[in-house]
């Protein structure tokens, strides 16, 4: 079969704080003669404002499937590669660890390179969302980024080709779709990402129009 061969080896969604030692061991290998990790922390202050803390919510399954979906881009540009990804969930205190993107290559400016990729489209792509805490208040920052699926809500205009537009955030979603929580899922996990025959469906068993 032609393409570009699979260089993902590790993606995960955990709330069990991350270890960038693990990841780096999982892309290790004789071939490689670089290994860049990125590891993003959670910092005390946003947009002028002193936090005290994060909470990360992704669409379980779906973020796993878009770091894949990352790996396969890579693996186009770097076909010696091996890729690892994992993003915590759940809340966060100051200085932990909410993601991890650990790449090896032959060489380091491939590892570089292909590190940064890694990060930039998994911060642009994959469905996280986070919640910043203040010691007056709290609130949802927006994924300003759509990925490559047909989203529930496109009967509303959204164009789900276009990768720089606003998400809406879950609650609006179950709103404009008027149905409850999936088997499987609950009212507390982020339900952007359906496919488009479910908003055609309308209103699940027990909804009342």
Same mark, same amino acid.
């Given at each position: 079969?032609?393409?570009?061969?699979?260089?993902?080896?590790?993606?995960?969604?955990?709330? #069990?704080?991350?270890?960038?030692?693990?990841? =780096?061991?999982? /892309?290790?290998?004789?071939?490689?003669? $670089?290994?860049?990790?990125?590891?993003?922390? /959670?910092?005390?202050?946003?947009?002028?404002?002193?936090?005290?803390?994060?909470?990360?919510? $992704?669409?379980?399954?779906?973020?796993?499937?878009?770091?894949?979906? @990352?790996?396969? =881009? @890579?693996?186009?540009?770097?076909?010696?590669?091996?890729?690892?990804?994992?993003?915590?969930?759940?809340?966060?205190?100051?200085?932990?660890a909410s993601v991890v993107?650990?790449?090896?290559?032959?060489?380091?400016?491939?590892?570089?390179?292909?590190?940064?990729?890694?990060?930039?489209?998994?911060?642009?792509?994959?469905?996280?969302?986070?919640?910043?805490?203040?010691?007056?208040?709290?609130?949802? @920052?927006?994924?300003?980024?759509? +990925?490559?699926?047909?989203? $529930?809500?496109a009967r509303r205009g959204?164009? +789900?080709?276009?990768?720089?537009?606003?998400? +809406?955030? &879950?609650?609006?979603?179950?709103?404009?779709?008027? #149905?409850?929580? =999936?088997?499987?899922?609950?009212?507390?996990?982020?339900r952007i990402y359906f496919?488009?025959?479910?908003?055609? &469906?309308?209103?699940? +068993?027990?909804?009342?129009?």
């Amino acid at each position: 079969m032609g393409g570009a061969r699979d260089v993902g080896v590790l993606f995960e969604r955990t709330d #069990q704080p991350l270890d960038a030692r693990r990841l =780096e061991a999982a /892309v290790g290998r004789a071939g490689a003669g $670089a290994i860049c990790t990125f590891t993003g922390v /959670v910092r005390d202050n946003s947009r002028g404002r002193d936090t005290t803390g994060l909470e990360y919510e $992704a669409y379980p399954g779906m973020a796993e499937s878009q770091m894949h979906a @990352i790996s396969a =881009e @890579i693996a186009e540009r770097w076909p010696e590669a091996r890729v690892a990804m994992a993003h915590r969930t759940g809340v966060l205190e100051i200085g932990e660890a909410s993601v991890v993107v650990s790449v090896s290559c032959p060489h380091r400016a491939e590892a570089i390179a292909a590190c940064k990729w890694g990060i930039d489209r998994l911060k642009e792509t994959v469905p996280v969302w986070k919640k910043e805490f203040f010691a007056d208040g709290e609130v949802w @920052i927006e994924n300003l980024h759509i +990925p490559p699926y047909e989203m $529930a809500d496109a009967r509303r205009g959204y164009d +789900p080709t276009h990768p720089r537009q606003p998400l +809406p955030h &879950r609650r609006e979603i179950e709103r404009l779709v008027g #149905q409850p929580a =999936e088997k499987g899922l609950t009212l507390g996990t982020p339900r952007i990402y359906f496919t488009r025959a479910v908003a055609r &469906r309308g209103p699940g +068993p027990g909804s009342k129009n």
